[in-house]
């Protein structure tokens, strides 16, 4: 398993079968540890990615990050954990993501940032809208 830059995060599914990676390369990965090697494309993000974290039940990796030193933007997003496809738009933050986190059903995602927000996204299909999110769920809810 290797990234062109350092790795900032790692994470073994639920099941055990897969690992995935972070880097500073702006890159997710998936990978199969039998046998070794990349199960997706690279995941690419705008900025160093901090974090990958499966869903619950393994179908879905959520990336977040955002430039490294911590400046003016930040991104976290939901994909597809067999094929690398994205699920959602970007979850944008005026400050490097911290944190992201989903819900126990991975209907709803949580992500903090240096901009010192905490915003929840509801990412259940939404087919009113043209994303798939529920927009008035997109505002800060907490703030420093």
């Known amino acids: 398993m290797k990234h062109r830059r350092s790795v900032t995060y790692v994470e073994y599914s639920r099941d055990g079968r897969f690992v995935a ?3 500073r390369d ?8 039998e046998p070794e090697m990349p199960s997706t494309p690279p995941l690419q993000l705008n900025a160093s990615v901090i974090s990958a974290r499966f869903s619950s039940d393994g179908r879905r990796l959520l990336t977040a990050g955002g430039e490294i030193p911590p400046r003016t ?3 976290a997003r939901v994909w597809d954990a067999a094929t690398g496809e994205p699920l959602t738009t970007r979850m ?12 126990p ?7 903090t940032s240096y901009d010192g927000t905490v915003k929840l996204w509801n990412i ?3 087919p009113r809208t043209a994303d798939g ?3 008035a769920l997109q505002d800060p809810v907490f703030r420093r």
């Open 105 to 111: 059903d991975a209907r709803v995602v949580v992500t």
């Open 124 to 126: 259940a299909p939404d």
């Open 133 to 135: 999110m529920t927009p």
């Open 92 to 103: 944008m933050h005026s400050g490097t993501v911290t944190s992201a986190s989903f819900s």
């Open 73 to 75: 933007r930040g991104e």
């Open 21 to 23: 990676t972070a880097s």
């Open 26 to 33: 702006n890159t997710a990965r998936v990978w199969t540890l």
